[in-house]
């Protein structure tokens, strides 16, 4: 059964931080690259940070400035998204996302969560 539930979204004051944490079934989870991504009103989604299965290779996206840390804990299927200094520009909906392929990447993920809001006020 393929499965991603995100959670750990909310309302943060700017310069605040927050962690997302996305619970996959094993199937979904094991041997995949997984990624998150976000997407703001009237906006396209938007790449944010991509780990391999290993955790040994790791992509940001530019705008997260050494702000964001990615990470996975192989052994409970679950990702996380460490999220300091936040900017009310990062207010979006954050989804998390596998791969059906060990590498991390910046697109093609086959399988998708249903997102957490995060927004962060001025």
């Known amino acids: 059964q393929v499965q991603l539930v995100e959670s750990g979204g909310g309302l943060v004051q700017a310069g605040g931080s927050l962690r997302l944490s996305c619970a996959a079934s094993?199937?979904?989870?094991?041997?995949?690259?997984m990624g998150w991504f976000r997407q703001a009103p009237g906006k396209e989604r938007e790449f944010v940070a991509a780990?391999?299965?290993?955790?040994?290779?790791?992509d940001y996206a530019d705008f997260v400035k050494g702000r964001f840390t990615i990470s996975r804990d192989n052994a409970n299927n679950t990702l996380y998204l460490q999220m300091n200094s936040l900017e009310p520009e990062d207010t979006a909906v954050y989804s998390c996302?596998?791969?059906?392929?060990?590498?991390?990447?910046?697109?093609?993920?086959?399988?998708w969560g249903q997102g957490t809001q995060v927004t962060v006020s001025s």
């Open positions: 996302a596998a791969r059906a392929s060990q590498f991390a990447r910046r697109s093609s993920y086959a399988y």
């Open positions: 094993e199937r979904t989870f094991r041997n995949n690259a």
């Open positions: 780990i391999s299965w290993s955790g040994s290779n790791i």
